[in-house]
């Protein structure tokens, strides 16, 4: 069954501060692998989108990697702002006739002052 | 460019009443997609179309929901006969291509769906 797992489920870190976010997948045979912002009330925005052969892809001060032989992925967000404060989505496409999805249950990070 | 436009953004509906949330996606797209997202099960995909034809819909709950596309730049997604389950916001996202590499879904604001 295709899964995706995220860790931590929640943090709490202070501005300014780097953290990074996990993000394990069984999903088979993979096709590509986005990261996705989440504020609170709004939809999703995308932050990076990474194929198997990318092993690391940066978007600001977010840099999203990938390592498709242990299938896991992380998200760095550097020198964090108040702003990071949102939940934040790793969702999974496998290759095959649908290219289907499927979504990890998120991280939701909160960027304390 | 206007984005993803949904309408209404906040539904209040006593069960046993039908419920119809509305798209617009981004001009240019031929790709739409429908989406739920609740606490309990985080955000998952109901259904999509690729120029205006319904590819694959096996996230839909079940036969009281049901989505339609009838133009390029429109698309339903209708509930009836509503439950309180069915609370959740509801995402419609478009894309240039159905779900390959490289084409990116840019999402709607949502519809906060609340059934009593």
């Known amino acids: 069954k295709n899964q995706v797992e995220q860790s931590p489920q929640s943090l709490i870190i202070l501005e300014g501060k780097n953290c990074t976010l996990q993000c394990n997948y069984t999903v088979s045979p993979f096709s590509n692998l986005r990261w996705y912002k989440q504020d609170t009330g709004r939809g999703p925005v995308s932050l990076t989108i990474m194929t198997f052969s990318e092993n690391t892809k940066s978007n600001g001060r977010y840099t999203a990697t990938l390592d498709a032989d242990t299938k896991q992925s992380s998200l760095h967000i550097t020198a964090s702002q108040l702003s990071d404060s949102a939940s934040y989505i790793c969702?999974?496409?496998?290759?095959?006739?649908?290219?289907?999805?499927?979504f990890g249950g998120g991280t939701r990070l909160m960027v304390k002052p | 460019d206007a984005g993803v436009i949904q309408s209404p953004r906040h539904e209040v509906t006593e069960m046993g009443q039908e419920v119809t949330l509305r798209c617009k996606p981004i001009?240019?797209?031929?790709?739409l997609f429908w989406y739920r997202q609740t606490m309990m099960r985080g955000l998952e995909l109901l259904i999509y179309f690729n120029n205006n034809v319904p590819i694959d819909d096996s996230g839909m709950p079940e036969d009281r929901f049901s989505a339609k596309m009838p133009n390029a730049s429109f698309s339903t997604l209708k509930i009836q006969p509503s439950e309180p389950r069915d609370s959740a916001v509801y995402f419609c996202?478009?894309?240039?291509?159905?779900?390959?590499?490289?084409?990116?879904?840019?999402f709607g604001p949502g519809t906060r769906l609340t059934v009593t």
């Open positions: 996202a478009s894309s240039l291509a159905a779900l390959g590499v490289g084409y990116e879904q840019y």
């Open positions: 001009s240019g797209h031929n790709s």
């Open positions: 969702v999974v496409s496998a290759r095959n006739a649908g290219n289907m999805l499927t």
